[in-house]
């Protein structure tokens, strides 16, 4: 079996009080912080909110990465994925 590889992803919020929600990429919220995410991801496909129920961004997480909350906004936004549970 492959070992998984894991990245550090660091989100900071414009704000010191803004929620940071961190989804995957079949919508199930993962991780929420406050003011500033840190944290180690497989690589792949996330979704983050600043707030619950906004616009959603997409993040890529090929390689460790830090982002904040201007460069997410000035990016492309996304559909949050609606998680589908099995019968």
């Not at 500033?36 to 961004?57: A, C, I, N, P």
């Amino acid at each position: 079996m492959p070992k998984q590889i894991y990245h550090r992803l660091v989100i900071s919020a414009a704000r010191p009080e803004t929620e940071i929600w961190l989804g995957d990429d079949e919508g199930h919220f993962v991780q929420k912080a406050v003011g500033e995410l840190r944290t180690d991801l497989m690589s792949g496909d996330y979704v983050v909110e600043f707030g619950l129920g906004t616009q959603t961004y997409p993040v890529a997480l090929p390689a460790p990465a830090r982002v904040t909350q201007a460069q997410l906004e000035a990016g492309p936004t996304c559909p949050r994925p609606i998680p589908e549970i099995p019968e």
